[in-house]
């Protein structure tokens, strides 16, 4: 079907609006659809068991898994997904070579030297999920040493929670997406 260029040049103001990265384009709806049900699968997959204890998740106090947060920007003539998270998410999808084990990750603990922020966020974690030491001698500080060094001689097995949410897959998901949003908005 042939289009005049008086007939495009009418259209091309709606298309622009749908088409735009506007908070209520469809485009813009379509994405935030899209990365909100991304959010949705890393938080699920940090509530996994994990290894052979079904009751052992990655998710210990929430912290990360609250923390995981979309920002949307249109910059120019792109538009500018974050997925923002806790700083350290990256260690656990990753995970962190141990001093004696070895997960092929990008990380690695070097010494069994463990310094004082590193057992008091171990400390906090033991606070927060209310653990007791076996031990009735033992203090928390105690154990939060224990565990400490005991997480850095096994390092800590990853948890692809991001990889597996924002696959290359669900890239393919997206531009799928949003090219049936474009056949459906733009109008002649």
């Known amino acids: 079907m042939a289009v005049s260029i008086f007939d495009l ?9 749908n088409l735009s990265f506007k908070p209520t384009s469809p485009l813009q709806i379509s994405l935030g659809k899209w990365v909100n049900e991304r959010i949705k699968v890393a938080r699920e997959k940090l509530d996994e068991p994990k290894g052979t204890n079904p009751t052992r998740d990655s998710n210990a106090t929430g912290s990360l898994r609250n923390s995981i947060s979309p920002e949307i920007e249109a910059i120019g ?10 700083d350290y998410w990256d260690r656990l999808n990753s995970g962190v070579n141990g001093v004696y084990r070895n997960f092929g990750a990008k990380y690695s603990f070097e010494t069994l030297i463990t310094p004082a922020r590193f057992i008091q966020d171990i400390e906090r974690w033991i606070r927060d999920r209310d653990i007791v030491p076996r031990e009735p001698e033992m203090s928390r500080q105690q154990l939060a040493l224990v565990i400490a060094r005991s997480v850095k001689k096994k390092g800590v097995e990853p948890v692809p929670f991001m990889d597996e ?24």
Not at 9 to 17: P, Q
Not at 77 to 86: E, I, L, P
Not at 165 to 188: H, M, P, Q, W, Y
């Open 9 to 17: 040049a009418n259209n091309l103001g709606k298309n622009t609006d």
């Open 77 to 86: 003539n792109k538009v500018v997904v974050d997925v923002m998270a806790n």
């Open 165 to 188: 949410a924002f696959s290359d897959e669900a890239i393919k998901e997206l531009a799928d997406r949003l090219g049936k949003e474009i056949k459906i908005n733009f109008t002649v």
